[in-house]
């Protein structure tokens, strides 16, 4: 679904489109790596995310006292 979406954002968006061309020229070991550097970034800002919800009760704390 992540993927149909960065898909339908590329095509729609002109700059975004030569960008999809370019990175379709690649040879498939850098898009690959490109594709899991990609989905690495995803992980670490969602679970940096999670972790700042988790911690917003201790934040409040702190801020209260």
Do not use: C, H
């Amino acid at each position: 679904m992540i993927v149909g979406v960065i898909l339908v954002v590329t095509y729609t968006i002109s700059p975004l489109r030569f960008l999809w061309m370019w990175f379709r020229l690649l040879p498939e070991p850098l898009q690959v790596g490109f594709a899991v550097a990609g989905l690495g970034l995803v992980i670490l800002i969602t679970t940096m995310l999670f972790e700042r919800v988790a911690n917003r009760d201790y934040d409040n704390e702190l801020k209260k006292s």
